[in-house]
């Protein structure tokens, strides 16, 4: 084992009803040998509150976010589940991403399979800074995927709130939104599927400190995930 291990923080959102289960060693070889060497897990309600810090053994290589919220909280709202993983660099060469496997139970949906969003913790890099540091996107298809779109966001910093602007494309217009988010709270915007006529085509979001950030979409009929998938770092 190397001297000092790397530090991976990541996390997603769960949802009562869904079977929504966490790869959390993606990289395998055939010895096995790739293991990380601590998994912490804490579970957040939208406005902060520590709801649990379940204990899970970091050897396993499945993590039932269901079983594991559900034995942990009565939370019936969704939850922001934060992974802090500590890996040693000798046996990771590269970050131990985490995957997902998502669907809703008995639900005729296919089922989504997304790469774990990787936050940082702490606070903003630079505080009272005014530059604006980090800067994610999200390019839609063209045509309509998912009936109702939104966008999940959640704070990861410990100390101060963080504010972000988000920006929508229809066509050639632009509508920016602000969202302020108190430390470890999370929130959901509405995006609108149209606007005069012309199909949402891209998001952004662009804050001092890096969100948590998913863009997910639903059917109109039953509400099940069509899309769950994180914004993508275009610039820092």
Do not use: W
């Not at 899970?56 to 290589?61: C, M």
């Not at 039932?64 to 009565?74: E, K, P, S």
């Not at 997304?114 to 298809?141: H, K, M, S, W």
Request: glycine letters at 6%; charged letters at 25%; one cysteine or more.
């Amino acid at each position: 084992m190397s001297n000092s291990l790397s530090a991976l923080m990541s996390a997603t959102f769960y949802e009562r009803g869904y079977d929504h289960h966490v790869e959390v060693i993606h990289q395998r070889d055939a010895e096995a040998r790739r293991r990380l060497e601590s998994l912490e897990v804490t579970l957040y309600d939208g406005a902060g509150a520590l709801l649990a810090t379940p204990k899970v053994d970091p050897a396993q290589d499945i993590l039932d976010l269901g079983g594991l919220v559900t034995a942990a909280t009565r939370a019936s709202e969704r939850v922001m589940v934060v992974l802090d993983a500590r890996y040693d660099e000798a046996i990771f060469p590269y970050r131990p991403h985490h995957y997902a496997y998502l669907h809703r139970a008995g639900s005729a949906a296919p089922p989504l399979y997304y790469a774990i969003n990787a936050v940082l913790g702490g606070v903003p890099d630079r505080v009272g800074a005014t530059n604006i540091n980090n800067f994610e996107t999200y390019l839609f298809r063209r045509g309509p995927f998912a009936q109702r779109y939104s966008l999940l966001l959640g704070c990861l910093a410990r100390f101060v709130p963080v504010t972000a602007q988000v920006f929508t494309y229809y066509g050639s217009r632009r509508i920016a939104h602000e969202v302020t988010l108190e430390p470890k709270c999370h929130t959901e915007i509405v995006l609108a599927a149209e606007d005069a006529g012309e199909r949402l085509s891209r998001v952004e979001v662009k804050s001092l400190f890096r969100l948590l950030s998913y863009v997910v979409g639903r059917r109109e009929d039953t509400d099940d995930f069509v899309l769950f998938d994180h914004l993508f770092t275009y610039a820092k």
